[in-house]
Protein backbone atom coordinates (compact mmCIF):
# COMPACT_ATOMS: atom_id res chain seq x y z
CA UNK A 1 0.00 0.00 0.00
CA UNK A 2 1.67 3.48 -0.81
CA UNK A 3 1.01 7.10 -0.01
CA UNK A 4 1.43 9.45 3.20
CA UNK A 5 -1.35 12.20 3.47
CA UNK A 6 -0.44 15.57 5.92
CA UNK A 7 -3.34 18.32 6.09
CA UNK A 8 -3.43 21.65 7.61
CA UNK A 9 -5.56 24.08 8.74
CA UNK A 10 -4.96 27.93 8.23
CA UNK A 11 -4.64 28.57 11.98
CA UNK A 12 -2.36 25.51 11.93
CA UNK A 13 0.22 27.22 9.23
CA UNK A 14 2.83 30.40 9.75
CA UNK A 15 1.55 32.09 6.77
CA UNK A 16 -2.14 31.46 7.32
CA UNK A 17 -2.64 29.23 4.41
CA UNK A 18 -4.64 25.46 4.19
CA UNK A 19 -2.48 22.92 3.52
CA UNK A 20 -3.21 20.11 1.77
CA UNK A 21 -0.14 17.22 1.07
CA UNK A 22 0.35 14.03 0.03
CA UNK A 23 2.97 11.67 -0.84
CA UNK A 24 1.71 9.43 -3.89
CA UNK A 25 3.76 6.01 -4.10
CA UNK A 26 3.61 3.48 -6.39
CA UNK A 27 4.24 -0.45 -6.19
CA UNK A 28 8.05 -0.50 -7.74
CA UNK A 29 10.14 2.10 -8.55
CA UNK A 30 9.47 3.57 -11.97
CA UNK A 31 5.86 5.52 -11.89
CA UNK A 32 6.98 8.78 -14.27
CA UNK A 33 4.54 11.37 -13.40
CA UNK A 34 3.85 15.01 -15.12
CA UNK A 35 2.24 18.23 -14.34
CA UNK A 36 -0.18 20.09 -16.57
CA UNK A 37 -3.22 21.82 -16.44
CA UNK A 38 -6.38 20.60 -17.88
CA UNK A 39 -8.49 23.25 -19.66
CA UNK A 40 -12.21 23.00 -19.97
CA UNK A 41 -11.54 22.09 -23.99
CA UNK A 42 -9.78 19.07 -22.51
CA UNK A 43 -11.77 17.85 -20.32
CA UNK A 44 -13.92 14.67 -21.25
CA UNK A 45 -17.98 14.22 -21.02
CA UNK A 46 -18.15 11.13 -21.82
CA UNK A 47 -15.72 9.61 -19.12
CA UNK A 48 -14.75 5.50 -19.21
CA UNK A 49 -11.90 4.42 -17.10
CA UNK A 50 -9.30 1.81 -17.94
CA UNK A 51 -9.16 -0.11 -14.92
CA UNK A 52 -13.22 -1.32 -15.30
CA UNK A 53 -14.38 0.25 -18.67
CA UNK A 54 -16.94 2.42 -15.97
CA UNK A 55 -18.39 4.89 -18.35
CA UNK A 56 -20.11 8.07 -17.01
CA UNK A 57 -21.55 10.95 -18.49
CA UNK A 58 -19.42 14.40 -17.12
CA UNK A 59 -21.65 18.31 -16.78
CA UNK A 60 -21.08 20.52 -19.49
CA UNK A 61 -19.29 23.10 -17.32
CA UNK A 62 -15.82 21.66 -16.04
CA UNK A 63 -13.51 24.34 -14.86
CA UNK A 64 -9.73 24.62 -15.56
CA UNK A 65 -7.64 22.85 -12.90
CA UNK A 66 -4.25 21.29 -12.17
CA UNK A 67 -3.34 17.55 -11.96
CA UNK A 68 -0.25 15.06 -11.92
CA UNK A 69 -1.92 11.99 -13.71
CA UNK A 70 0.49 9.67 -15.18
CA UNK A 71 2.59 10.15 -18.58
CA UNK A 72 0.35 9.46 -22.06
CA UNK A 73 1.98 6.35 -22.61
CA UNK A 74 1.03 4.67 -19.27
CA UNK A 75 -2.48 6.48 -19.15
CA UNK A 76 -3.45 4.25 -22.11
CA UNK A 77 -2.55 1.45 -20.40
CA UNK A 78 -3.79 2.45 -16.94
CA UNK A 79 -6.26 5.69 -16.90
CA UNK A 80 -5.63 9.08 -16.16
CA UNK A 81 -4.67 9.14 -12.44
CA UNK A 82 -5.20 12.93 -11.58
CA UNK A 83 -3.94 12.52 -7.80
CA UNK A 84 -3.86 16.25 -7.17
CA UNK A 85 -4.62 19.89 -8.57
CA UNK A 86 -6.22 23.17 -7.46
CA UNK A 87 -8.87 24.24 -9.79
CA UNK A 88 -9.86 27.80 -11.00
CA UNK A 89 -11.81 28.12 -8.31
CA UNK A 90 -8.76 27.44 -5.60
CA UNK A 91 -10.01 24.52 -4.56
CA UNK A 92 -7.70 21.55 -3.73
CA UNK A 93 -8.00 17.89 -4.44
CA UNK A 94 -6.15 14.95 -3.24
CA UNK A 95 -6.70 11.12 -4.20
CA UNK A 96 -5.81 9.04 -2.75
CA UNK A 97 -4.41 7.69 0.56
CA UNK A 98 -5.41 4.03 0.32
CA UNK A 99 -7.03 2.77 3.01
CA UNK A 100 -8.26 -0.17 4.79
CA UNK A 101 -11.29 -1.56 5.88
CA UNK A 102 -12.26 -4.30 8.23
CA UNK A 103 -14.33 -7.46 7.16
CA UNK A 104 -16.81 -6.88 9.46
CA UNK A 105 -17.51 -3.98 7.38
CA UNK A 106 -16.90 -5.66 3.97
CA UNK A 107 -19.71 -8.17 4.70
CA UNK A 108 -22.07 -6.05 5.01
CA UNK A 109 -21.07 -3.42 2.25
CA UNK A 110 -18.56 -5.63 -0.42
CA UNK A 111 -16.40 -3.45 -2.47
CA UNK A 112 -18.26 -3.31 -5.97
CA UNK A 113 -15.68 -4.55 -8.67
CA UNK A 114 -17.26 -1.86 -11.38
CA UNK A 115 -17.09 1.13 -9.66
CA UNK A 116 -15.17 4.11 -9.19
CA UNK A 117 -11.81 4.63 -7.69
CA UNK A 118 -8.69 6.47 -7.41
CA UNK A 119 -7.97 6.30 -11.15
CA UNK A 120 -10.84 8.54 -11.89
CA UNK A 121 -11.77 10.62 -8.35
CA UNK A 122 -9.87 13.65 -9.29
CA UNK A 123 -11.33 14.06 -13.31
CA UNK A 124 -14.73 13.15 -12.16
CA UNK A 125 -14.88 15.64 -9.19
CA UNK A 126 -12.39 18.51 -9.14
CA UNK A 127 -13.46 20.37 -12.45
CA UNK A 128 -16.96 20.86 -11.30
CA UNK A 129 -16.44 22.32 -7.60
CA UNK A 130 -16.28 25.45 -5.99
CA UNK A 131 -15.57 24.27 -2.20
CA UNK A 132 -14.16 21.78 -0.29
CA UNK A 133 -17.48 20.91 1.22
CA UNK A 134 -18.63 20.40 -2.57
CA UNK A 135 -16.13 18.28 -3.41
CA UNK A 136 -17.10 15.84 -0.46
CA UNK A 137 -20.82 15.70 -1.19
CA UNK A 138 -19.88 15.60 -5.10
CA UNK A 139 -17.81 12.20 -4.42
CA UNK A 140 -20.32 11.27 -1.57
CA UNK A 141 -23.02 10.92 -4.07
CA UNK A 142 -20.52 9.47 -7.03
CA UNK A 143 -19.80 6.48 -4.44
CA UNK A 144 -23.41 6.24 -3.05
CA UNK A 145 -24.28 5.71 -7.11
CA UNK A 146 -21.57 3.72 -8.24
CA UNK A 147 -19.56 2.28 -5.16
CA UNK A 148 -15.82 1.74 -5.19
CA UNK A 149 -13.50 -1.32 -5.49
CA UNK A 150 -11.23 0.16 -2.84
CA UNK A 151 -10.95 1.85 0.38
CA UNK A 152 -9.62 5.07 0.20
CA UNK A 153 -8.97 8.49 1.92
CA UNK A 154 -9.85 11.71 -0.11
CA UNK A 155 -8.41 15.56 1.01
CA UNK A 156 -10.49 18.48 -0.28
CA UNK A 157 -9.36 22.42 0.82
CA UNK A 158 -10.46 25.49 0.13
CA UNK A 159 -9.43 29.24 1.73
CA UNK A 160 -10.95 28.43 4.84
CA UNK A 161 -11.87 24.51 5.32
CA UNK A 162 -9.63 21.26 4.83
CA UNK A 163 -11.61 18.33 4.71
CA UNK A 164 -10.53 14.28 5.02
CA UNK A 165 -12.98 11.92 3.73
CA UNK A 166 -12.91 8.21 4.27
CA UNK A 167 -14.86 5.73 1.87
CA UNK A 168 -16.22 2.96 3.94
CA UNK A 169 -17.13 -0.60 2.22
CA UNK A 170 -18.79 -0.55 -1.06
CA UNK A 171 -20.93 2.51 -1.05
CA UNK A 172 -20.40 4.22 2.30
CA UNK A 173 -18.46 7.00 3.68
CA UNK A 174 -17.60 9.46 5.94
CA UNK A 175 -15.92 13.09 6.14
CA UNK A 176 -14.64 15.21 9.23
CA UNK A 177 -13.72 19.43 8.81
CA UNK A 178 -10.04 19.42 9.93
CA UNK A 179 -10.14 21.92 13.00
CA UNK A 180 -8.83 25.27 11.57
CA UNK A 181 -5.38 24.86 14.43
CA UNK A 182 -4.70 21.54 13.97
CA UNK A 183 -3.07 19.27 11.38
CA UNK A 184 -3.85 15.46 10.09
CA UNK A 185 -1.33 12.27 9.40
CA UNK A 186 -3.19 9.92 7.52
CA UNK A 187 -0.29 6.82 6.85
CA UNK A 188 -2.84 3.82 4.25
CA UNK A 189 -5.31 3.26 7.47
CA UNK A 190 -8.67 4.17 8.52
CA UNK A 191 -7.86 7.77 10.13
CA UNK A 192 -11.08 9.73 11.71
CA UNK A 193 -11.85 8.80 15.49
CA UNK A 194 -13.70 10.38 17.05
CA UNK A 195 -17.18 11.36 15.34
CA UNK A 196 -20.64 13.62 15.44
CA UNK A 197 -22.74 12.79 13.03
CA UNK A 198 -24.96 15.42 14.49
CA UNK A 199 -21.99 18.50 14.09
CA UNK A 200 -21.86 20.60 11.31
CA UNK A 201 -18.07 19.91 10.52
CA UNK A 202 -19.01 16.00 9.95
CA UNK A 203 -20.41 14.52 6.57
CA UNK A 204 -21.48 10.87 6.46
CA UNK A 205 -23.43 8.88 3.84
CA UNK A 206 -27.29 8.78 4.90
CA UNK A 207 -27.28 5.63 6.34
CA UNK A 208 -23.73 5.03 7.76
CA UNK A 209 -25.05 5.92 11.73
CA UNK A 210 -28.21 3.25 11.18
CA UNK A 211 -25.43 0.63 9.41
CA UNK A 212 -23.10 0.60 12.58
CA UNK A 213 -26.14 0.07 15.27
CA UNK A 214 -28.14 -2.54 13.28
CA UNK A 215 -24.29 -4.46 13.01
CA UNK A 216 -23.43 -4.06 15.86
CA UNK A 217 -20.05 -2.47 14.72
CA UNK A 218 -19.42 -0.05 17.53
CA UNK A 219 -16.98 -2.24 19.63
CA UNK A 220 -16.62 0.65 21.67
CA UNK A 221 -20.50 0.69 22.98
CA UNK A 222 -22.56 3.82 23.45
CA UNK A 223 -23.32 6.65 20.98
CA UNK A 224 -19.92 7.61 21.35
CA UNK A 225 -18.41 6.64 17.47
CA UNK A 226 -14.69 5.92 17.00
CA UNK A 227 -14.45 5.36 13.25
CA UNK A 228 -11.61 3.83 13.05
CA UNK A 229 -12.43 1.41 15.50
CA UNK A 230 -15.53 0.30 13.67
CA UNK A 231 -14.42 0.61 10.34
CA UNK A 232 -10.59 0.22 10.00
CA UNK A 233 -8.38 -2.90 10.11
CA UNK A 234 -6.14 -4.22 12.78
CA UNK A 235 -3.39 -5.83 11.75
CA UNK A 236 -0.14 -7.03 12.27
CA UNK A 237 1.32 -5.27 9.43
CA UNK A 238 -0.11 -2.17 10.25
CA UNK A 239 2.09 -2.09 13.03
CA UNK A 240 5.33 -2.19 10.94
CA UNK A 241 4.00 -0.03 7.70
CA UNK A 242 1.13 2.40 8.85
CA UNK A 243 1.55 3.07 12.18
CA UNK A 244 5.13 4.08 12.19
CA UNK A 245 4.29 6.72 9.83
CA UNK A 246 1.75 8.58 11.67
CA UNK A 247 3.90 8.24 14.95
CA UNK A 248 7.02 9.57 13.58
CA UNK A 249 5.08 12.75 11.87
CA UNK A 250 3.08 13.57 15.15
CA UNK A 251 6.97 13.40 17.21
CA UNK A 252 8.40 16.00 14.48
CA UNK A 253 5.43 18.42 15.36
CA UNK A 254 4.99 17.82 18.78
CA UNK A 255 8.04 17.20 19.78
CA UNK A 256 7.31 16.98 24.01
CA UNK A 257 4.78 14.57 23.93
CA UNK A 258 6.34 10.66 24.23
CA UNK A 259 4.19 8.16 22.26
CA UNK A 260 5.40 4.75 21.10
CA UNK A 261 5.41 3.65 17.13
CA UNK A 262 3.32 1.01 18.02
CA UNK A 263 0.08 2.77 19.69
CA UNK A 264 -2.75 2.26 16.92
CA UNK A 265 -4.79 5.16 19.11
CA UNK A 266 -2.86 7.98 18.23
CA UNK A 267 -5.14 10.84 17.68
CA UNK A 268 -6.54 11.74 14.33
CA UNK A 269 -5.92 15.56 14.99
CA UNK A 270 -3.27 17.26 16.80
CA UNK A 271 -2.61 20.97 17.62
CA UNK A 272 1.00 21.50 16.64
CA UNK A 273 3.31 22.90 18.60
CA UNK A 274 5.11 25.33 16.41
CA UNK A 275 2.83 27.20 13.65
CA UNK A 276 3.81 24.71 10.56
CA UNK A 277 5.70 25.83 7.12
CA UNK A 278 6.07 24.53 3.95
CA UNK A 279 9.77 22.89 4.76
CA UNK A 280 7.84 21.32 7.73
CA UNK A 281 5.73 19.56 5.81
CA UNK A 282 8.51 18.45 2.84
CA UNK A 283 10.70 17.32 5.47
CA UNK A 284 8.36 15.05 7.09
CA UNK A 285 7.06 13.41 3.68
CA UNK A 286 10.83 12.85 2.76
CA UNK A 287 11.95 11.47 6.16
CA UNK A 288 12.96 8.09 7.22
CA UNK A 289 12.91 7.83 11.38
CA UNK A 290 15.80 10.41 11.24
CA UNK A 291 17.86 10.59 14.77
CA UNK A 292 15.71 7.28 15.90
CA UNK A 293 17.28 3.72 15.67
CA UNK A 294 14.67 3.22 13.04
CA UNK A 295 16.82 5.13 10.00
CA UNK A 296 17.57 2.47 7.99
CA UNK A 297 20.67 4.84 6.49
CA UNK A 298 21.62 5.42 10.68
CA UNK A 299 23.97 3.50 12.84
CA UNK A 300 22.11 4.28 16.10
CA UNK A 301 19.97 0.78 15.91
CA UNK A 302 20.64 -2.85 14.99
CA UNK A 303 20.13 -4.67 11.55
CA UNK A 304 16.44 -5.37 12.98
CA UNK A 305 15.80 -1.70 13.83
CA UNK A 306 16.82 0.06 10.80
CA UNK A 307 14.48 -2.47 8.47
CA UNK A 308 11.51 -3.05 11.51
CA UNK A 309 9.83 0.06 9.55
CA UNK A 310 8.41 1.52 6.45
CA UNK A 311 9.83 4.48 5.21
CA UNK A 312 7.34 7.97 4.82
CA UNK A 313 10.27 8.85 2.33
CA UNK A 314 11.69 5.88 -0.09
CA UNK A 315 12.48 4.71 -3.57
CA UNK A 316 8.66 3.95 -4.38
CA UNK A 317 7.50 7.88 -4.12
CA UNK A 318 6.13 9.20 -7.42
CA UNK A 319 5.66 12.52 -6.19
CA UNK A 320 4.62 15.00 -3.26
CA UNK A 321 2.39 17.33 -3.59
CA UNK A 322 1.47 20.38 -1.15
CA UNK A 323 -1.62 22.33 -2.46
CA UNK A 324 -2.05 25.57 -0.58
CA UNK A 325 -4.29 27.80 -0.54
CA UNK A 326 -3.18 31.42 0.64
CA UNK A 327 -5.09 34.11 2.24
CA UNK A 328 -2.74 37.19 2.23
CA UNK A 329 -3.12 37.70 -1.60
CA UNK A 330 -5.42 38.01 -4.13
CA UNK A 331 -7.67 34.66 -5.37
CA UNK A 332 -5.91 35.27 -8.59
CA UNK A 333 -2.57 34.49 -6.83
CA UNK A 334 -3.70 32.11 -4.03
CA UNK A 335 -3.29 28.93 -5.71
CA UNK A 336 0.01 27.21 -5.68
CA UNK A 337 1.35 23.46 -5.84
CA UNK A 338 4.49 22.65 -4.60
CA UNK A 339 5.81 19.57 -5.98
CA UNK A 340 8.60 17.43 -5.87
CA UNK A 341 8.79 14.25 -8.59
CA UNK A 342 10.57 11.05 -8.22
CA UNK A 343 12.03 9.75 -4.34
CA UNK A 344 11.35 12.86 -1.70
CA UNK A 345 15.03 11.72 0.06
CA UNK A 346 16.44 12.84 -3.01
CA UNK A 347 14.44 15.71 -4.43
CA UNK A 348 13.72 19.30 -4.11
CA UNK A 349 10.36 21.04 -3.56
CA UNK A 350 9.32 23.49 -6.00
CA UNK A 351 6.12 26.32 -5.83
CA UNK A 352 3.92 26.83 -8.92
CA UNK A 353 1.20 29.43 -9.71
CA UNK A 354 -2.34 27.06 -10.40
CA UNK A 355 -3.95 30.22 -11.91
CA UNK A 356 -1.90 29.09 -15.28
CA UNK A 357 -3.30 27.37 -19.06
CA UNK A 358 0.41 25.66 -19.30
CA UNK A 359 3.57 24.46 -16.88
CA UNK A 360 7.15 24.27 -17.93
CA UNK A 361 8.15 21.45 -19.99
CA UNK A 362 10.85 20.08 -17.21
CA UNK A 363 7.26 19.19 -15.08
CA UNK A 364 5.13 18.38 -18.04
CA UNK A 365 6.97 16.23 -20.71
CA UNK A 366 7.77 13.68 -18.46
CA UNK A 367 9.70 10.71 -20.44
CA UNK A 368 8.76 6.36 -19.83
CA UNK A 369 12.23 6.30 -19.81
CA UNK A 370 15.39 8.09 -18.60
CA UNK A 371 15.84 11.55 -20.04
CA UNK A 372 18.08 13.61 -17.63
CA UNK A 373 15.81 16.92 -18.97
CA UNK A 374 12.74 15.75 -16.99
CA UNK A 375 12.91 16.68 -13.04
CA UNK A 376 11.66 13.32 -12.01
CA UNK A 377 14.48 11.24 -13.92
CA UNK A 378 16.88 13.84 -12.54
CA UNK A 379 15.43 13.07 -9.23
CA UNK A 380 16.05 9.31 -10.22
CA UNK A 381 19.49 9.83 -10.87
CA UNK A 382 20.29 11.38 -7.75
CA UNK A 383 18.92 8.78 -5.59
CA UNK A 384 20.48 6.27 -7.80
CA UNK A 385 23.58 7.77 -6.30
CA UNK A 386 23.16 8.88 -3.22
CA UNK A 387 21.25 5.85 -1.64
CA UNK A 388 24.90 4.08 -1.57
CA UNK A 389 26.46 6.40 0.45
CA UNK A 390 24.30 8.88 1.88
CA UNK A 391 26.06 10.41 4.29
CA UNK A 392 28.88 11.43 1.77
CA UNK A 393 26.38 13.04 -0.51
CA UNK A 394 24.32 14.68 2.22
CA UNK A 395 25.59 17.87 2.14
CA UNK A 396 24.97 18.96 -1.24
CA UNK A 397 21.49 17.09 -1.53
CA UNK A 398 20.35 19.39 1.95
CA UNK A 399 21.97 22.26 -0.05
CA UNK A 400 19.99 21.82 -3.16
CA UNK A 401 16.50 21.16 -0.80
CA UNK A 402 17.18 24.52 0.77
CA UNK A 403 18.35 26.74 -2.36
CA UNK A 404 15.68 25.22 -4.69
CA UNK A 405 12.45 25.90 -2.29
CA UNK A 406 14.77 29.46 -1.73
CA UNK A 407 14.51 30.35 -4.93
CA UNK A 408 11.11 29.24 -5.34
CA UNK A 409 9.86 31.21 -2.37
CA UNK A 410 12.02 34.57 -4.13
CA UNK A 411 9.74 34.20 -7.32
CA UNK A 412 6.73 33.71 -5.63
CA UNK A 413 7.74 36.93 -3.40
CA UNK A 414 8.74 39.14 -6.77
CA UNK A 415 5.43 37.84 -8.66
CA UNK A 416 3.08 38.09 -5.88
CA UNK A 417 3.77 42.18 -6.34
CA UNK A 418 4.07 42.44 -9.36
CA UNK A 419 1.22 40.55 -10.26
CA UNK A 420 -1.07 41.90 -7.83
CA UNK A 421 -2.96 44.70 -10.58
CA UNK A 422 -2.43 42.48 -13.44
CA UNK A 423 -5.52 40.39 -14.72
CA UNK A 424 -6.30 38.08 -18.50
CA UNK A 425 -3.42 38.01 -20.89
CA UNK A 426 -1.03 39.95 -18.64
CA UNK A 427 -1.72 38.27 -15.48
CA UNK A 428 -1.60 34.88 -17.47
CA UNK A 429 2.05 35.93 -19.09
CA UNK A 430 3.39 37.16 -15.64
CA UNK A 431 2.32 33.32 -13.78
CA UNK A 432 3.90 31.64 -16.53
CA UNK A 433 6.97 33.25 -16.96
CA UNK A 434 7.21 32.87 -12.96
CA UNK A 435 6.39 29.15 -12.79
CA UNK A 436 8.97 28.75 -15.97
CA UNK A 437 11.68 30.45 -14.26
CA UNK A 438 11.22 28.38 -11.19
CA UNK A 439 11.31 25.25 -12.85
CA UNK A 440 14.45 26.31 -14.58
CA UNK A 441 15.81 27.09 -11.52
CA UNK A 442 15.15 23.61 -9.89
CA UNK A 443 16.86 22.13 -13.17
CA UNK A 444 19.69 24.01 -12.71
CA UNK A 445 20.64 23.49 -8.90
CA UNK A 446 19.54 19.47 -9.28
CA UNK A 447 22.26 19.86 -11.78
CA UNK A 448 24.82 21.07 -10.17
CA UNK A 449 23.87 18.93 -7.20
CA UNK A 450 24.31 15.84 -9.90
CA UNK A 451 27.32 17.12 -10.56
CA UNK A 452 28.83 17.34 -7.29
CA UNK A 453 28.23 14.07 -5.99
CA UNK A 454 29.70 12.25 -9.59
CA UNK A 455 32.87 14.65 -8.82
CA UNK A 456 32.96 13.59 -4.81
CA UNK A 457 32.04 9.83 -5.36
CA UNK A 458 35.05 9.48 -8.86
CA UNK A 459 37.40 10.15 -6.53
CA UNK A 460 36.11 7.53 -4.40
CA UNK A 461 35.64 4.37 -6.47
CA UNK A 462 36.89 1.20 -5.81
CA UNK A 463 38.56 0.53 -8.93
CA UNK A 464 41.50 2.43 -8.44
CA UNK A 465 45.62 1.53 -8.30
Known amino acids: MPCTTILAGKKATADGATLVARNEDFGHAFNPKRFIVVTPDKQPREYQSVTNQLKLSLPDNPQRYT ?16 EAGINAANVTMSATETSTTNPRVLGIDPLVKKGIGEEDFVTIVLPYIHSAREGVQLLGQYLEKYGTYESNGVAFSDRDEVWYMETIGGHHWAAQRIPDDCYVVAPNWFAI ?49 NIPRQWYIQKLFNPTDIEQPDNPDLPFARQPEHLLTIEDVKYALSSRYQHTPYDPYSDLGTDAQRHAFRPIGFQRNSEMHILQIRSDVDEKLAGICWLALGPNAYNALAPFYTNVLDTPAE ?52 TDQAAAGLTGTDLQKKLAAANAETAAKAHELGMKCLGSMVETGSLRIRLNY
Do not use: C
Open 67 to 82: AVPEIPTVAKKMGIWG
Open 193 to 241: TAFDFQSSDTMASADLEQMITENYLNIDGGTNYNLRHIFGSHNDSDYRY
Open 363 to 414: YRDTAEHFNIKNMYWLSHALATIGDDHPKRYEAAIEEMKQNTIAAGRNVLRA
